[in-house]
C-alpha cells in the first residue's frame, strides 16, 4: 500500500510537470525558494458541483501525498536547519519553545546542557517565550522528550514550520478586472513580505514588522496582501498591518515567529487578522489564538489545500478561527480544498488573479487566496478588537451568504459563499 501510494504521488506528479524533485520550483513558494506550494487542479480531475460530495477517487491520495513529498524536498535542501515531529511535520532542528518557564526549570535545562537562543517577552499577549537549543548531537525529538521530562509541570513545544496553502498557476500580462470597493479598513496580515511598491497596493497605509526592518517582497505575501487591501489603482485608504514572518530564510514560518506578530497585532489592536498558512496543531499557537480572540480579535485562516480526506490543518481548525474553503468562478468548491466543521466561509480562490512581487500580475489557485477575502470583508465592521462587535461582524457576513452545498452549514461550504464582488479576475468562462 505504501509504494501504491507513492506511485500514485508521482503519478499526479507528473501529470503536473513535477515528477522529480528539481522540478519543484516550478510551484516554489516565494518565501521559502526550494519548497513548493500545493500544486493547481490535479490533472483528471474536475470541479466539484455546490450539491455533490462525491468522492475524487485516487486523487485524493495524491494530493496528501503531494505535500508529504513538498517535505521531503525541503528537507533535502535544508537538513542543517529542518527537522521533523514524529508526524512527519516541519520543525526548526534542535529547537524546543519553553512557555512561561519557571526559573528552576530552565536551570535544570541549561545543566543539561541546553542553551537559551532566544527570549521574548510578550507583554500584548500575557506571555513570555524562551527558545531553547539542544545539547550538540541531541535530536530535536529526544531534545523535547528530555525536557518534559525534567520538566513534568511545564509546557514545552516544537519550533513548528507553517507553509503557505496556494499556488501560482502562471504569471499575466493582462490586469485583472477590479473587484468591488469598500469602505476604509484596518486588517492586519502574518505571512512572507509584501512588495509595498505594487500598483495594486498603490496608497495603501502600510505598517510593516519583522525581518529587522529590512523589506523582502516575496510571491505569496504580495498576493495576498492586493486581494486583502488592493485596488485597481483607486485606493480606498485601507490600513494594512503587514508581518512578515519568513524573511527569506528557510526556516521561515516558524510558530515563535508568528505568535511573536500575533503579539504585535495586538498591541497595535487590529481587529481582524489574516493567516494563509497552515501546518499542525501546536500548544503556543493554541494559547496565542485563545488569548486573541477573548479579547475580541477574529482570526481568519485557510483550512489548506490538502484534499478532503486529508487530517484537519491549524491554525484554521482551532475554536474561534474562521475557516475558509475556496471556489472557482462557477461557485464550486476546488477539489484540493479542505473539508470538514473547521470549514466556515468559502471565497473565491481560483480563476482569479492576484499582484506578484515584481509588480506584475499572476494567476493563484488555493485557499491562502480565498481566506483574504474573507478577512476584508470582516474588517470592514472590526477595525479594532471588540467581543461583541466581533460576533456582531460574523452574524452580519452570515447573513449574507450563498447556500451553496448541503442545506444550512455543512463541511464543504461552511455557512456558504462570500466575496465574489472582490474577485479579481479574466471573465470567467462558462456558466455558473
Same mark, same amino acid.
Given at each position: 500500500m505504501r509504494t501504491r501510494t507513492m506511485t500514485l504521488g508521482l503519478m499526479f506528479l507528473s501529470a503536473l510537470g513535477l515528477a522529480t524533485p528539481p522540478s519543484f520550483a516550478q510551484v516554489a513558494l516565494p518565501s521559502l525558494p526550494s519548497l513548493p506550494s500545493l500544486p493547481a487542479t490535479p490533472a483528471g480531475v474536475t470541479d466539484i458541483p455546490g450539491n455533490a460530495t462525491r468522492a475524487i477517487g485516487g486523487t485524493v491520495g495524491a494530493l496528501t501525498q503531494v505535500r508529504a513529498l513538498q517535505i521531503q524536498s525541503l528537507l533535502r535542501q535544508h537538513r542543517d536547519v529542518i527537522d521533523t515531529d514524529a508526524d512527519g511535520a516541519p520543525v526548526v532542528r534542535s529547537e524546543?519553545?519553553?512557555?512561561?518557564?519557571?526559573?528552576?526549570?530552565?536551570?535544570?535545562?541549561?545543566?543539561? @546542557?541546553? /542553551? *537559551?537562543?532566544?527570549? !521574548?517577552?510578550?507583554?500584548a499577549l500575557s506571555m513570555r517565550l524562551l527558545v531553547l537549543r539542544?545539547?550538540?548531537?541531541?535530536? %530535536?525529538? !529526544?531534545?523535547? !522528550?528530555?525536557?518534559?521530562?525534567?520538566?513534568?509541570?511545564?509546557?514545552?513545544?516544537?519550533?513548528?514550520?507553517?507553509?503557505?496553502?496556494? /499556488?501560482?498557476? @502562471?504569471?499575466?500580462? %493582462?490586469?485583472?478586472?477590479?473587484?468591488g470597493q469598500l469602505a476604509s479598513i484596518r486588517v492586519g496580515l502574518i505571512d512572507s513580505g509584501v512588495d509595498r511598491k505594487h500598483p495594486a497596493l498603490a496608497g495603501i497605509d502600510l505598517h510593516s514588522w519583522g525581518c529587522d526592518?529590512?523589506?523582502?517582497?516575496?510571491?505569496?505575501? %504580495?498576493? *495576498?496582501?492586493?486581494?486583502?487591501?488592493?485596488?485597481d489603482g483607486r485606493s480606498a485608504g485601507n490600513s494594512l498591518y503587514a508581518a512578515d514572518v519568513y524573511c527569506g530564510r528557510a526556516t521561515g514560518g516558524a510558530v515563535v515567529d508568528i505568535v511573536a506578530a500575533m503579539a504585535w497585532l495586538a498591541k497595535e489592536q487590529v481587529g481582524v487578522?489574516?493567516?494563509?498558512?497552515? @501546518?499542525?496543531a501546536n500548544v503556543l499557537l493554541e494559547r496565542a489564538i485563545g488569548e486573541l480572540t477573548r479579547r475580541g480579535h477574529i482570526l481568519v485562516a485557510a483550512v489548506g489545500n490538502d484534499g478532503p480526506a486529508a487530517p484537519p490543518l491549524y491554525p484554521a %481548525?482551532?475554536?474561534? *478561527?474562521?475557516g475558509v474553503s475556496a471556489v472557482n468562478a462557477r461557485d464550486h468548491v476546488i477539489p484540493e480544498s479542505g473539508r470538514g466543521p473547521q470549514v466556515d466561509f468559502a471565497a473565491p480562490g481560483a480563476d482569479m488573479v492576484a499582484a506578484d512581487s515584481k509588480g506584475g500580475w499572476m494567476r493563484v489557485r488555493g485557499t491562502s487566496f480565498a481566506s483574504p477575502l474573507v478577512a476584508r470583508l470582516l474588517a470592514r465592521d472590526l477595525p479594532r478588537?471588540?467581543?461583541?462587535?466581533?460576533? /456582531?461582524?460574523?452574524?452580519?457576513?452570515s447573513a449574507t451568504v450563498i447556500d451553496a452545498g448541503a442545506p444550512g452549514q455543512d463541511d464543504i461550504y461552511g455557512k456558504g459563499i462570500v466575496g465574489n464582488e472582490l474577485r479579481w479576475a479574466h471573465a470567467p468562462t462558462g456558466k455558473k
Open positions: 524546543i519553545i519553553a512557555i512561561e518557564p519557571a526559573s528552576a526549570a530552565i536551570d535544570a535545562a541549561l545543566a543539561a @546542557g541546553f /542553551s *537559551v537562543t532566544s527570549e !521574548k517577552d510578550l507583554d539542544a545539547p550538540s548531537g541531541m535530536g %530535536t525529538r !529526544k531534545a523535547l !522528550k528530555m525536557l518534559r521530562r525534567i520538566d513534568p509541570v511545564g509546557d514545552y513545544e516544537f519550533n513548528h514550520l507553517y507553509l503557505g496553502s496556494g /499556488s501560482v498557476v @502562471g504569471a499575466t500580462s %493582462t490586469l485583472p478586472a477590479a473587484g526592518g529590512a523589506v523582502i517582497a516575496a510571491e505569496h505575501g %504580495t498576493a *495576498v496582501a492586493s486581494l486583502l487591501v488592493g485596488s487578522i489574516n493567516i494563509s498558512l497552515v @501546518g499542525p %481548525t482551532y475554536p474561534g *478561527v474562521v478588537p471588540a467581543v461583541q462587535q466581533a460576533a /456582531s461582524a460574523l452574524a452580519q457576513l
